[in-house]
């Protein structure tokens, strides 16, 4: 059954639906930078773009991340093939992050025992050229989980990020990196930030909801 998506106002925006709205409050919860359809690009207009607050020096620094919102549960290919095709005619090279209707439940991580359960955002696309080092900045495409990472970030007002699952391991907005063992958020505590989020765009009954 396919929900309408009704507008919903948060922080000063009027959102396209309320899912973006609670992504919206999420980034807020998390204190990440973040600009609502901040560009066109060739037809696909992302719904986000998060601003990298990484020191100047890193690799990251002054860098973003466009961000795809979609009412799915599972990674979708055809959303996917839009981004890539958008990304290649309008010739951006940044990463893309991919979410879904809420957080993940994943069990790979860094930090705890394997029993644990930790949170993935969604799906991040790096790029990655086709060369035998497959230098970054290239025209392919690698799309993997993205946990969501905590106890890692040195600026302590701004203590979640998120990484590559198999990758590049770096925090992408503070470009924080300690060999691999970047620690990952339990999905509990993770479950308790959305929660937060989603009280944030609660109907208020004036302002539209879903």
């Not at 505590?189 to 208020?204: I, M």
């Amino acid at each position: 059954m396919t929900h309408k998506a009704i507008p919903t106002k948060y922080a000063g925006h009027t959102f396209r639906s309320r899912l973006e709205a609670r992504w919206a409050a999420f980034f807020d919860v998390c204190k990440w930078d973040w600009e609502y359809e901040p560009v066109d690009l060739n037809g696909w207009i992302p719904d986000f773009r998060l601003t990298s607050y990484a020191p100047q020096g890193n690799d990251f620094h002054g860098t973003s991340v466009f961000v795809e919102v979609k009412p799915i549960t599972k990674f979708c290919q055809a959303t996917v093939n839009k981004i890539q095709h958008a990304s290649k005619e309008s010739k951006n090279s940044g990463e893309v992050l991919l979410l879904g209707e809420g957080l993940l439940e994943g069990h790979e991580s860094y930090g705890y025992g394997v029993n644990e359960s930790v949170a993935y955002l969604g799906w991040l696309g790096e790029r990655w050229g086709e060369g035998p080092l497959g230098e970054k900045g290239g025209d392919g495409w690698v799309w993997d989980y993205t946990p969501l990472a905590c106890n890692s970030v040195p600026n302590n007002d701004q203590p979640y990020d998120f990484r590559s699952l198999d990758n590049d391991y770096s925090c992408r907005l503070s470009g924080f990196y300690d060999g691999g063992h970047t620690h990952d958020t339990l999905y509990g505590d993770a479950k308790k930030l959305w929660g937060k989020a989603s009280s944030a765009v609660q109907y208020k009954g004036s302002e539209a909801s879903e």
